[in-house]
């Protein structure tokens, strides 16, 4: 199977209460997912993330409910320069802010 290009990722509006979904590039990395926000912690889906964690998106049929988390890259630089390595060669791109997708359970769709 190709990897898809993107992931659609859905979270709860920290002001509606509503689901919001949006299509955004990401890499896999350690049985996680990443994704970055040109818009850094301005995107409304990063507020979302902050607000609640909880998450869930969809890549190729499969659906997944995780937990979503901002990545200091002060903190965590080693795995800020390793998925930003990873971004670069995939999309030749890497930059913004990077959000981690901790994927808790999976169900596939044919």
Do not use: C
């Amino acid at each position: 199977m190709i990897e898809s290009q993107f992931l659609y990722l859905t979270t709860i509006g920290w002001r509606t209460g509503k689901q919001h979904t949006i299509e955004i590039w990401y890499v896999t990395h350690n049985e996680k997912y990443y994704i970055m926000s040109e818009r850094g912690i301005n995107a409304h889906w990063v507020r979302n993330i902050n607000r609640n964690p909880r998450i869930s998106f969809n890549i190729n049929n499969s659906n997944y409910d995780g937990e979503g988390r901002v990545i200091d890259s002060t903190k965590e630089s080693q795995l800020a320069a390793q998925i930003s390595e990873i971004m670069n060669a995939k999309y030749h791109w890497d930059q913004g802010l990077i959000v981690e997708l901790r994927p808790l359970s999976q169900t596939t769709v044919s």
